[in-house]
């Protein structure tokens, strides 16, 4: 094994460990029903996104309409989201969350601000701001050259 295939499985190594400790890790004993990072993930996206619908979310994570419609439809059947008809044209339908899941999410996005600050808080603000310039110019690389 090369260099570069050594840092490549080490980088991704990092990645999963960041996950799991930024994004699963806090969530593990949060007293509200068990959600898979992706549903969490879809409720968050809903909520930020007035008037979604199935399409945006399949063209948001890449997956197909059918897909994105089943996992939706799990989060109808449990009450975390509702289907809102648009009045001018019937085919097209917004997604909304549910009071209650709204309450969990607003509690949850303060509780994941404040363990995310005491994450980073390891970083000198100098290494901070290079991680954030790092970590952008991958982001930005990977949106401008689909083929990676």
Same mark, same amino acid.
């Given at each position: ?26 969530? *593990? $004993?949060?007293? =509200?029903?068990? @959600?898979?990072? &992706? ?5 968050? %996206?809903? +909520? ?39 009045? *001018? $044209?019937?085919? =097209?339908?917004? @997604?909304?969350? &549910? ?5 969990? %999410?607003? +509690? ?41």
């Amino acid at each position: 094994m090369n260099s570069l295939e050594r840092e490549t499985k080490e980088f991704i190594k990092s990645i999963q460990s960041l996950k799991h400790l930024a994004i699963i890790k806090p969530f *593990k $004993d949060e007293k =509200m029903p068990q @959600l898979t990072p &992706s549903q969490l993930s879809t409720l968050m %996206l809903i +909520r930020t996104r007035d008037g979604i619908g199935i399409k945006d979310i399949a063209r948001t994570y890449g997956i197909t309409s059918s897909a994105a419609t089943q996992m939706v439809d799990t989060l109808v059947v449990e009450g975390y989201v509702m289907r809102v008809e648009n009045t *001018k $044209d019937r085919r =097209m339908v917004s @997604l909304s969350l &549910s009071k209650e899941i709204e309450k969990h %999410l607003k +509690r949850i996005e303060a509780r994941h601000n404040k363990h995310i600050s005491e994450f980073l808080g390891v970083l000198t603000k100098d290494e901070l701001k290079q991680y954030i310039s790092i970590t952008k110019k991958i982001v930005e690389r990977f949106n401008h050259n689909k083929n990676i």
